[in-house]
């Protein structure tokens, strides 16, 4: 009713509708949309549809941008639609709901989904559309408030002075922020938000005790995965949830699918079909050792396109190359690389030859050449491998390894070795990164890590002679974690027995695993700049985890979200 008072269609009837739609349409699955939608065109407009036909008038006293029909205001940088993103129809759908409820200004937006359906890109994407810098924050089961609105740290005089946190930040410049995996956060956290949430926003700081005002531009975003299914995710409150504008993305069909792998990875449209009809096959299968991941436990999204990304990054000269029997290999490695019993393995094998049409043969792909193609040019076969990786025997299992982690880590994918203790998952991280000649920062997990373990943290100050004290007085200084070296000096990451470590203090790395590799550091606070520092990962940089299977003492298997970022 509030945005139906401030009439922005110009005409009352319209307005009603675009306000009741933004009400009672957000919380619904796709298929009920056009009943109620029946049902508010039926009461509201008494049937007389013509008034939807009409654009909506451009408000005057902003600057805006028209996304599908509606008028989102336009940010501080330059609009630019990002090509690689493809708009299917479904995903143009989601897009209408979302810019309705932004053009509507101030609401802030809940959105529920599946992981994986593209529900911080279509966020992102929005916001670089329209011009608006889009800050992100992971939330995890310690999330502290003070990573939203900030805490005292020692400046470079070393007094202590209160630094502002993101959440701060995005709000006195008018940045969008989004608050990814919600529910993880403590309901205490949560619940300071709620004077945020309502129709005054402002947000009070009880160490500075001072009030902050939204900046009108400020639009605040969250995501979630339903709960229940994914570890650790809890119910919202009631009277936390209606603050939001609920929506729900459903999962993609088929056939947009294909679209989408031959549009972002230039894969054939006939080599697409056949990708997405192994994967419906696969997801029709329940696997035995993962029951509770439902459908998708042979193959997921991610998978799917990680499949396709490994087709456009091989190098394309050979014009005589059987790209069906390369592409079925590959897909081989990825599905039957992460399985543990030989006969899901044969499924999965069945399955990649009745739709390649070519014979698979492990064996062969696993064989001694194989192995030393994955090693660089210089190594010609094991005899040439540094001093003291002399020692290693090449049974069948090790040469399984070497090459499925060679795969993964030659397309910049990060690893995660599944195997019971001394099958060799170390060795052949170390053995790797010795041989790409990268520096090699190892972290071992256990079951009271905190984030401050991987990406550093204030640490005192040793001062050594009476000199210095007199120009340096500070008392603590930020000291970068194996993390974040690792990813500044391009080196190879290695985070041993991973599911040791709490799944909520691990699900920080989640930006991290994903394409674009990179790192907010919330925890250090805004530097004198007044800017959150952004880590981006080299081009070098690489990945890896290894764990024992769940079951073992103390060990769990991780969560679904978290695994499906990783090669496994």
Same mark, same amino acid.
């Given at each position: 009713l509030k945005y139906a008072a401030g009439n922005p269609c110009h005409s009352v009837q319209r307005s009603l509708y675009e306000g009741f739609c933004l009400s009672f349409l957000t919380?619904?699955?796709?298929?009920?949309?056009?009943?109620?939608?029946?049902?508010?065109?039926?009461?509201?407009?008494?049937?007389?549809?013509?008034?939807?036909?009409?654009? &909506?008038?451009?408000?005057r006293n902003r600057e805006c941008v028209q996304l599908e029909g509606y008028w989102v205001s336009k940010g501080e940088m330059e609009p630019m639609i990002d090509g690689s993103y493809t708009l299917t129809k479904s995903v143009k759908l989601n897009l209408r709901d979302l810019a309705r409820?932004?053009?509507?200004?101030?609401?802030?937006?809940?959105?529920?989904?599946?992981?994986?359906?593209?529900?911080?890109?279509?966020?992102?994407?929005?916001?670089?559309?329209?011009?608006?810098?889009?800050?992100?924050?992971?939330?995890?089961?310690?999330?502290?408030?003070?990573? @939203? &609105?900030?805490?005292?740290?020692?400046?470079? %005089?070393?007094?202590?002075?209160?630094?502002?946190?993101?959440?701060?930040?995005?709000?006195?410049?008018? @940045?969008?922020?989004?608050?990814?995996?919600?529910?993880?956060?403590?309901?205490?956290?949560?619940?300071?938000?709620?004077?945020?949430?309502?129709?005054?926003?402002?947000?009070?700081?009880?160490?500075?005790?001072?009030?902050?005002?939204?900046?009108?531009?400020?639009m605040l975003f969250a995501t979630q995965n339903p709960?229940? =299914? @994914?570890?650790?995710?809890? !119910?919202?409150?009631r009277a936390f949830r209606?603050?939001?504008?609920?929506?729900?993305?459903?999962?993609?069909?088929?056939a947009e699918l294909e679209i989408i792998l031959h549009k972002r990875c230039s894969l054939p449209p006939s080599y697409c079909t056949k990708l997405v009809k192994v994967m419906l096959e696969l997801q029709s299968l329940r696997r035995g050792s993962t029951v509770?991941?439902?459908?998708?436990?042979? &193959?997921?999204? %991610?998978?799917?396109?990680?499949?396709?990304?490994?087709?456009?990054?091989?190098?394309?000269?050979?014009?005589?190359?059987?790209?069906?029997?390369?592409?079925?290999?590959?897909?081989?490695?990825?599905?039957?690389?992460?399985?543990?019993?030989?006969?899901? !393995?044969?499924?999965?094998?069945?399955i990649l030859e009745k739709h390649f049409k070519r014979k698979l043969n492990p064996q062969a792909l696993f064989s001694e050449e194989n192995v030393a193609k994955q090693f660089s040019s210089t190594v010609l076969s094991e005899a040439y491998l540094p001093e003291e990786f002399r020692h290693i025997v090449w049974t069948e299992g090790m040469r399984r390894l070497a090459v499925l982690v060679g795969r993964a880590l030659r397309f910049g994918?990060?690893?995660?070795?599944?195997?019971?203790?001394?099958?060799?998952?170390?060795?052949?991280?170390?053995?790797?990164?010795?041989?790409a000649e990268q520096k090699f920062f190892t972290l071992n997990c256990h079951?009271?890590?905190?984030?401050?373990?991987?990406?550093?943290?204030?640490?005192?100050?040793?001062?050594?002679?009476?000199?210095?004290?007199?120009?340096?007085?500070?008392l603590f200084e930020w000291h970068d974690g194996p993390l974040v070296l690792a990813m500044k000096e391009e080196g190879v990451f290695l985070m041993d027995e991973i599911s040791l470590a709490d799944d909520s203090v691990l699900e920080r790395l989640n930006s991290v695993l994903e394409t674009e590799k990179s790192l907010v550091l919330a925890e250090k606070g805004s530097g004198d700049d007044?800017?959150?520092?952004?880590?981006?990962?080299?081009?070098?940089?690489? =990945?890896?985890?290894?764990?024992?299977?769940?079951?073992?003492?103390?060990?769990?298997e991780l969560s679904p979200a978290l695994r499906n970022r990783f090669t496994e």
């Amino acid at each position: 009713l509030k945005y139906a008072a401030g009439n922005p269609c110009h005409s009352v009837q319209r307005s009603l509708y675009e306000g009741f739609c933004l009400s009672f349409l957000t919380q619904l699955d796709r298929a009920s949309h056009p009943l109620v939608q029946k049902l508010v065109c039926q009461h509201i407009l008494a049937g007389n549809t013509k008034c939807l036909k009409q654009p &909506i008038p451009e408000p005057r006293n902003r600057e805006c941008v028209q996304l599908e029909g509606y008028w989102v205001s336009k940010g501080e940088m330059e609009p630019m639609i990002d090509g690689s993103y493809t708009l299917t129809k479904s995903v143009k759908l989601n897009l209408r709901d979302l810019a309705r409820v932004v053009s509507a200004g101030t609401h802030p937006v809940l959105i529920q989904g599946e992981t994986s359906v593209g529900k911080t890109s279509l966020i992102k994407w929005l916001a670089a559309a329209t011009g608006n810098q889009c800050v992100r924050i992971n939330n995890h089961e310690h999330t502290d408030i003070q990573e @939203y &609105i900030g805490c005292y740290s020692s400046d470079t %005089r070393g007094k202590l002075v209160f630094k502002e946190g993101v959440l701060i930040d995005a709000m006195r410049k008018g @940045y969008w922020i989004i608050l990814d995996e919600l529910n993880l956060a403590p309901t205490d956290v949560l619940e300071a938000l709620n004077r945020l949430l309502d129709d005054n926003r402002e947000l009070f700081i009880a160490e500075t005790q001072e009030v902050i005002k939204a900046h009108p531009r400020f639009m605040l975003f969250a995501t979630q995965n339903p709960p229940g =299914l @994914y570890g650790g995710r809890k !119910v919202l409150s009631r009277a936390f949830r209606n603050r939001f504008v609920e929506l729900h993305f459903d999962e993609l069909p088929s056939a947009e699918l294909e679209i989408i792998l031959h549009k972002r990875c230039s894969l054939p449209p006939s080599y697409c079909t056949k990708l997405v009809k192994v994967m419906l096959e696969l997801q029709s299968l329940r696997r035995g050792s993962t029951v509770f991941a439902g459908k998708h436990g042979f &193959i997921t999204l %991610r998978d799917l396109f990680r499949w396709a990304e490994r087709y456009r990054l091989e190098d394309q000269t050979e014009s005589s190359r059987d790209w069906l029997q390369h592409l079925a290999d590959d897909g081989f490695m990825l599905l039957a690389g992460r399985v543990r019993k030989p006969e899901e !393995v044969r499924t999965i094998q069945s399955i990649l030859e009745k739709h390649f049409k070519r014979k698979l043969n492990p064996q062969a792909l696993f064989s001694e050449e194989n192995v030393a193609k994955q090693f660089s040019s210089t190594v010609l076969s094991e005899a040439y491998l540094p001093e003291e990786f002399r020692h290693i025997v090449w049974t069948e299992g090790m040469r399984r390894l070497a090459v499925l982690v060679g795969r993964a880590l030659r397309f910049g994918e990060p690893v995660l070795l599944v195997g019971d203790t001394g099958c060799g998952k170390t060795t052949i991280c170390q053995l790797f990164a010795a041989l790409a000649e990268q520096k090699f920062f190892t972290l071992n997990c256990h079951l009271h890590m905190e984030t401050s373990d991987f990406l550093g943290g204030l640490r005192p100050v040793r001062h050594t002679s009476k000199e210095e004290n007199d120009e340096d007085t500070r008392l603590f200084e930020w000291h970068d974690g194996p993390l974040v070296l690792a990813m500044k000096e391009e080196g190879v990451f290695l985070m041993d027995e991973i599911s040791l470590a709490d799944d909520s203090v691990l699900e920080r790395l989640n930006s991290v695993l994903e394409t674009e590799k990179s790192l907010v550091l919330a925890e250090k606070g805004s530097g004198d700049d007044d800017d959150v520092e952004l880590i981006t990962a080299g081009q070098q940089f690489r =990945l890896l985890a290894t764990m024992n299977p769940g079951g073992d003492f103390g060990k769990k298997e991780l969560s679904p979200a978290l695994r499906n970022r990783f090669t496994e």
